[in-house]
């Protein structure tokens, strides 16, 4: 796990705990998640952590003058910039838009109450579940460690899950009603656009989406992003 301190990417203890460590140096902390942090089993609760430097590094930052804009093909500073509000610019627009989705999609299902099936909310359950074992692995924490139980988790996860539940099934009813279809071409075109851009083994994930199921879930993606929009265009135009 890599920690930067004054970058503000980790918890607060986090990058207090690291300063003044020497390579190999062990320290044990106490993290106190705030009451809203992200993962729910451990929002609001004390956690104990031993950390081990095992490595020390400087970050060098590389000088922002022209031979920077070169290395990035571009002309001069003036284009870096432009470059770069343009970055942030998308990146605000990406979060807004995000922001009103789910304005929207919560106001649908305040208005269109429905019983979730158990078979749904089970499966999604077990993604939510396997989500936080994946990262909960990666910064090395236990259920003990958290002082939960997985069976603690799923219960603490059940209304958030319901509510994924009803909004996908709300959506995907709007998309049939709409007749929204996508076209073989939008779904190829769509795989080579996430090739493109791809870190992955492009070879590898080529197979993946180009198989059947794989063709399956970009024409899903594809047709939640058209209803989405569908239900953006609406708002704004009431």
């Known amino acids: 796990y890599v920690i930067q301190p004054g ?32 993962q729910k089993n451990i929002a609001g609760k004390k956690v104990g952590y031993r950390l081990t430097l095992k490595e020390l590094k400087e970050k060098k930052l590389t000088e922002l003058d022209e031979n920077f804009a070169k290395n990035l093909v571009l002309t001069n500073m003036e284009e870096v910039n432009a470059r770069l509000e343009e970055s942030l610019r998308k990146d605000l627009e990406e979060k807004e ?101 791809t870190h992955q083994d492009r070879d590898a994930l080529k197979e993946r989406l180009y198989c059947d199921e794989g063709r399956s879930l970009v024409k899903d993606r594809i047709l939640t992003k058209k209803t989405l929009d569908l239900l953006l265009k609406e708002a704004k135009e009431v």
Do not use: W
């Open 7 to 38: 970058s503000k990417k980790s918890l607060p203890e986090f990058e207090e705990g690291v300063k003044g460590m020497k390579q190999g140096e062990v320290k044990d902390i106490t993290v106190n998640y705030p009451a809203d942090f992200s």
């Open 97 to 197: 838009r995000g922001r009103k989705i789910n304005e929207i999609i919560d106001e649908i299902i305040k208005n269109n109450p429905l019983e979730v099936p158990d078979c749904l909310l089970e499966r999604e359950l077990h993604h939510m579940v396997e989500d936080t074992e994946k990262r909960m692995e990666y910064e090395k924490v236990t259920y003990e460690q958290l002082k939960t139980t997985k069976e603690e988790v799923v219960e603490k996860f059940k209304p958030a899950a319901a509510q994924r539940v009803k909004g996908s099934l709300l959506l995907s009813e709007i998309c049939r009603k709409e007749n929204l279809a996508v076209s073989d071409e939008e779904i190829t075109g769509s795989i080579e656009e996430l090739l493109k851009n």
